[in-house]
């Protein structure tokens, strides 16, 4: 059969120990990895949410005051790059907690001595947007406060990243802010200005 996904019941129907043959048999750990993806891929958000916070709780962090809905929001965003359930609390982290350190490599390569002034200048911009809970309308909004400003989006979109996540991963920058909140993306961007310079 050319089907990769089973069932358990589809399991039972097609396959018995009979036919079973020793002759050409391997373990392949990456198709392993692709199974268990596709699982993750394939559970309800409900389960998804279970997995999430009991692999939180393993490593002694509590997500009680976030709200179910917005843990669900992130696990959304993150679920498509996932292999394990143990990979979502690390790549999803930032979403609850603002970075600690920051990737030293990303700083050299995206931290420039004119980011701190364009950064304190999207600052203000930030301050007086209207709707941070929209991810799309945040976007157009940063888009075309660059255009406006004359900076490429070379010179903002990476360091703001930096500034948000610690590190040049994520998704979509809107996204992420638009989760985290318009006072805790400022907080974030003011902390790399004065750690990073």
Do not use: C
Not at 16 to 45: C, M
Not at 99 to 105: A, R, T, V
Not at 145 to 156: D, E, K, L, R, S
Request: glycine share 8%.
């Amino acid at each position: 059969t050319e089907q990769e996904i089973f069932s358990l019941k589809e399991l039972t129907q097609n396959f018995s120990l009979e036919r079973v043959h020793k002759s050409g048999a391997r373990f392949d750990p990456d198709k392993t990895i692709w199974y268990n993806h596709q699982y993750l891929q394939n559970r309800s958000l409900e389960d998804l949410h279970q997995d999430f916070t009991a692999s939180t709780a393993t490593v002694g962090v509590s997500l009680e005051k976030w709200g179910s809905d917005h843990i669900k929001k992130v696990l959304l965003l993150i679920r498509e790059r996932a292999n394990f359930p143990s990979d979502l609390w690390a790549m999803g982290r930032f979403f609850f907690e603002a970075p600690l350190q920051y990737d030293e490599k990303a700083a050299k390569k995206q931290w420039k001595p004119q980011t701190k002034d364009i950064l304190n200048e999207l600052i203000q911009a930030l301050e007086g947007a209207g709707n941070f809970n929209d991810a799309d309308q945040l976007e157009v909004a940063i888009k075309t406060w660059i255009g406006n400003a004359g900076y490429g989006f070379g010179q903002v979109m990476p360091p703001l990243r930096l500034a948000l996540v610690g590190e040049m991963k994520g998704p979509h920058i809107s996204n992420i802010m638009a989760l985290v909140g318009k006072e805790e993306s400022i907080s974030r961007i003011k902390k790399a200005i004065e750690t990073l310079g």
